[in-house]
């Protein structure tokens, strides 16, 4: 997978996802450097996973359904046909011929297909087209790269996996969505989180402490625009996740 991380690297260096002119040598530079995550979080949508007031334990109150009793399909959707982010995001790119774009759109097709080729090793068939889970993915990608490699435990993965269910279910209630915007979220998701794991595991690898302190800063803009937490507001406690 890692060449396919530095393959998406040498296509947009300098220029990618930002500003800049394409260099007339290429060089081994990594694309996330100059990324813009208003490419991935340009539709507005945020899933707030804040602290809430606790219930008051009245008949009705939307606050004292227990996450564990929501299904994953409430953050499932139907496909509204091919991948529709890397093209959007390979457009974005300034200064790409027309072979260098299809390339990079290739690279991060290859990205999606990676995602969902782990589920179907993993069984984890309920997270395909599911918001939550990409989402889930990008949380823990994040939460990896801000404690230098260690991640959540599986415990935890399914604990936070619940809670951001939950967000889904109450945020789609206020903001109706097509099964179109949420493709892109999940694809915007999913793309995410690989980019970072990538960057992080290439400045490790090589040795290079820059790339992976932007790995992390882009982790934490990444969540702060699509998530609406900080990273810091994280903590872990035996198997649950909790945001402070």
């Not at 490419?39 to 939307?62: I, M, Q, T, W």
């Not at 509204?80 to 390339?103: C, S, T, W």
């Not at 959540?152 to 179109?180: C, P």
Request: charged letters at 25%; aromatic letters at 6%; glycine letters at 8%.
């Amino acid at each position: 997978m890692r060449s396919v991380y530095r393959k998406v690297a040498v296509l947009a260096t300098v220029c990618a996802l930002g500003s800049g002119v394409w260099p007339a040598v290429a060089r081994p530079l990594s694309a996330y450097r100059e990324y813009d995550s208003g490419v991935f979080a340009g539709g507005g949508f945020k899933l707030s996973l804040a602290p809430r007031e606790k219930s008051s334990g009245r008949a009705g109150d939307e606050e004292a359904i227990s996450p564990e009793l929501l299904p994953l399909s409430v953050s499932s959707f139907r496909t509204v046909g091919n991948p529709i982010m890397p093209k959007r995001v390979a457009e974005a790119v300034p200064g790409l011929d027309k072979e260098a774009r299809r390339q990079l759109e290739a690279s991060l097709m290859l990205l999606l297909r990676q995602y969902e080729q782990q589920l179907d090793r993993d069984d984890d068939f309920r997270l395909k087209n599911n918001l939550a889970g990409a989402f889930n993915f990008l949380f823990g990608a994040a939460y990896s790269v801000h404690k230098d490699g260690r991640g959540l435990s599986r415990e935890q993965q399914e604990n936070m996996l619940r809670q951001i269910n939950a967000g889904f279910a109450l945020r789609l209630k206020e903001q109706r969505l097509s099964d179109r915007e949420k493709q892109e979220l999940y694809e915007s998701a999913v793309l995410s989180g690989s980019i970072i794991l990538g960057l992080y595991a290439e400045g490790r690898d090589t040795r290079q402490p820059a790339l992976q302190r932007t790995a992390r800063e882009l982790a934490r803009e990444l969540v702060t625009r699509l998530m609406s937490l900080s990273i810091e507001q994280v903590r872990t406690e035996g198997a649950s996740v909790r945001i402070n």
